[in-house]
């Protein structure tokens, strides 16, 4: 894959994303715990759209690192490597990480909805596929890993995209519309309402937005502005929230908000801590499911009688969630993406070479 710029703006709209999804998320754990919070659920309530805004950006790099690419199964292998070696290690240590709580460490399943892992629920999280957890809903062992599993199938589809043609973008968008409007037919069944959701319709947002820039052509202040208002406007209209309609609800406010940080790239000067947690994003996501518990449990332990404000004991949860990510990033993921992708590209030379000696063999 080609080497692209780093969009600081991308940056701090990843570190905002997850800290949104870190604070709907705690906003919870807090309420659960016992403790009363009045400006905490306020702004947390909001944090669900970012992992609408996760997806906007993964169409958006997508059609970015792979502009000018040729297409055919070696750019469709790279492509897949890479995307392997980012997502997979962290999130397999994880997923492996919580299955010996579950089985092994009192009191972790009744933390976790009495939580209980199948051998087949397991398989089907290290392997991407959608699949009912013990809570009656359709997710892997890490609950959030759901939305990699969209992720994946994104990848999977761009990179079978890439093996037949070179307008990659169009066909991507075509499938994954067509798939979307299967969404219509009765189908039942986790993978027809996996495969059929239109949310992936959000990672062809991006993939327009990546096609802009990648032409060289930029979003106008003037336009993300008036997408914004648009898009706010519209809001007051908005039906009420739903899977099949996700991608209007949340999407499309979603795109706006990432067509404006990308207008204002030259303009705005980010926050070096927002581009720091933007960098350990992914390790945010995965680990503050957790995180939260084990810090609200902490904090419980100091303050059992829940004498201190619930907003405090939030912004501590979130904190302390940011500290591990950031630890995480340094000390695991980005070690472990690394050493896969050195092997992932061993095996590929190794692949190469024996491909070339067949050849030779046989002429």
Known sequence: MTGIRKY??????????????VAFHTDGIVAAHGWLAHVFPHVSRYGEIGVDVFFVISGFVMALVTHGVP??????????FARIARVVPLYWILTALFI??????PGVPEAFDHAR??????????????????????????????????????YVVFAVAMCVTRRRLLAVGSF????????????QGVAFAFYTNPLVLEFVFGCGVGALYASGRTVPVAAAAGLLLAVAAAGAFAPRLTDANRFLVFGLPALAVVAAGL??????????????????SYSLYLTHLLSMPAVAGIVQLIDARHRLPGDLVGAVVVVASVAIALASYRWVERPASRAVGRWLSQVAAINAKARRDLRIDRS
């Open 117 to 154: 892992v199948t051998a087949w629920h397991a398989l089907t999280s290290f392997l991407f596929l959608p699949s009912m957890s013990w809570t009656g809903i359709a997710a892997p062992v890490l609950g959030v890993g759901w939305t990699l599993n969209y992720e994946m199938w994104f």
């Open 8 to 21: 600081r703006s991308i940056q701090a709209l990843r570190a905002l994303a997850a800290l949104g999804v």
């Open 263 to 280: 207008s204002v790239e030259s303009k705005v000067r980010w926050s070096a801590w927002l581009e720091r947690i933007g960098d350990a």
């Open 100 to 105: 010996a709580f579950v089985a092994f460490v």
């Open 71 to 80: 297409p055919g199964p070696a750019s469709a292998r790279s492509f897949m």
């Open 176 to 187: 994954l519309l067509l798939t979307s409007a299967l969404h219509l037919l009765p189908g």
